[in-house]
């Protein structure tokens, strides 16, 4: 089968990696466009680039695929296939009719739950106690398209989006791959979603990263880490913007309801407790502007009056 792929960050370019291992044809790339990054803003290929340019692969970087200039090189590559994961551009009903098979799409929840850009990062800021990978033929709607594989995969006590993503990989390899094969044999069937089941995985954005000590300590936890490591979740304190690599509820702690939310309770060698709006958080991993992430008891050493018990976090 002659597969195009398109794709942009890490998830998408360890798929990109295991079809270029595993020996399929996969005759061109599609990826976002380098974007500005770092101190010195200079231009950064995608993870999805960097594979494809090793194994010597062309690239394509449209702004968009909805131009004829667009749908003619789409064509020139006369696709068998169109392999699309996290690939951040919306693909035209034209472009999804040219590949012998269609395009298929490998997404990182239980389809109809968590359509859209962010499904993982939601599970986990939602609570969910499991996820899973969903590779579905795409259509003109928003992750609507028929499943052609749905496998689940539990969420952990202390998931980290960035862990599981990990876990994910491996699971959409493997639909990826059997999907691809049952293609290939001519196994189109799949299963059509409830569109009444749908839940939407909405963009992230900074101030979805912003904690507001006014929500629960549970949430803030949830937070934390679904937005670990990016975009990272994060408060300000005089000026500064501080990130919170790791936190977690204290549940042991004792009622403190007289003090605000936001109220520095205790600073310590065993991090950095917080009154919130439902319990107390502690702040076990903090990155203060331009430094690397450290252990909060560690940043206590040069910056203990900043965090004083009785300083309130806005």
Same mark, same amino acid.
């Given at each position: 089968?002659?597969?195009?792929?398109?794709?942009?960050? +890490?998830?998408? %370019?360890?798929?990109?990696?295991?079809?270029?291992?595993? *020996?399929?044809?996969?005759?061109?790339?599609?990826?976002?466009?380098?974007? %500005?990054? *770092?101190?010195?803003?200079?231009?950064?290929?995608?993870?999805?680039?960097?594979?494809?340019?090793?194994?010597?692969?062309?690239?394509?970087? !449209?702004?968009?695929? =909805?131009?004829?200039?667009?749908?003619?090189?789409?064509?020139?590559?006369?696709?068998?296939?169109?392999?699309?994961?996290?690939?951040?551009?919306?693909?035209?009903? @034209?472009?999804?009719?040219?590949?012998?098979?269609?395009?298929?799409?490998?997404?990182?929840?239980? #389809? !109809?739950?968590?359509?859209?850009?962010?499904?993982? $990062?939601?599970?986990?800021?939602?609570?969910?106690?499991?996820?899973?990978?969903?590779?579905?033929?795409? &259509?003109?709607?928003?992750?609507?398209?028929?499943?052609?594989?749905?496998?689940?995969?539990?969420?952990?006590? @202390?998931?980290?989006?960035?862990? #599981?993503?990990?876990?994910?990989?491996?699971?959409?390899? =493997?639909?990826?791959?059997?999907?691809?094969?049952?293609?290939?044999?001519?196994?189109?069937?799949?299963?059509?979603?409830?569109?009444?089941?749908?839940?939407?995985?909405?963009?992230?954005?900074?101030?979805?990263?912003?904690?507001?000590?006014?929500?629960?300590?549970?949430?803030?936890?949830?937070?934390?880490?679904?937005? @670990?490591?990016?975009?990272?979740?994060?408060?300000?304190?005089?000026?500064? +913007?501080?990130?919170?690599?790791? %936190?977690?509820?204290?549940?042991?702690? !004792?009622?403190?309801?007289?003090? %605000?939310?936001?109220?520095? #309770?205790?600073?310590?060698?065993?991090?950095?407790?917080?009154?919130?709006? &439902? *319990?107390?958080?502690?702040?076990?991993?903090? $990155?203060?502007?331009?430094?690397?992430?450290?252990?909060?008891?560690?940043?206590? @050493?040069?910056?203990?009056?900043?965090?004083? !018990?009785?300083?309130?976090?806005?």
């Amino acid at each position: 089968m002659r597969i195009l792929f398109a794709g942009t960050p +890490k998830f998408a %370019a360890d798929h990109l990696k295991a079809l270029i291992d595993g *020996g399929r044809e996969v005759v061109g790339v599609y990826t976002q466009p380098d974007r %500005a990054s *770092g101190r010195g803003h200079r231009l950064s290929p995608s993870a999805v680039k960097t594979v494809a340019m090793e194994a010597g692969i062309p690239v394509e970087q !449209p702004v968009s695929l =909805r131009s004829p200039e667009a749908e003619s090189v789409f064509r020139s590559f006369r696709p068998d296939v169109f392999v699309v994961a996290a690939y951040g551009l919306i693909i035209p009903e @034209n472009i999804l009719n040219i590949p012998l098979y269609g395009c298929i799409n490998i997404h990182g929840s239980l #389809l !109809p739950r968590w359509r859209g850009a962010a499904p993982v $990062q939601r599970a986990i800021l939602e609570g969910d106690d499991y996820t899973g990978i969903t590779v579905m033929q795409m &259509d003109k709607g928003l992750d609507t398209g028929v499943m052609l594989s749905r496998r689940m995969c539990p969420i952990a006590e @202390n998931e980290t989006s960035g862990s #599981l993503f990990e876990k994910l990989t491996v699971i959409g390899i =493997r639909a990826m791959n059997e999907t691809l094969d049952r293609l290939d044999a001519g196994i189109t069937t799949g299963e059509p979603q409830n569109d009444d089941d749908a839940v939407y995985a909405n963009k992230i954005t900074k101030d979805d990263a912003r904690i507001a000590f006014i929500r629960s300590a549970d949430y803030i936890g949830r937070q934390v880490r679904a937005f @670990n490591p990016d975009p990272g979740a994060w408060f300000t304190l005089d000026g500064q +913007k501080i990130k919170v690599s790791a %936190a977690h509820p204290d549940a042991g702690a !004792p009622d403190s309801s007289e003090s %605000a939310p936001g109220t520095v #309770l205790r600073a310590d060698a065993g991090g950095i407790a917080v009154k919130t709006g &439902d *319990g107390t958080i502690i702040l076990d991993v903090l $990155q203060l502007p331009g430094k690397k992430a450290i252990p909060a008891k560690d940043i206590l @050493n040069g910056h203990r009056d900043l965090f004083r !018990p009785g300083r309130i976090i806005e």
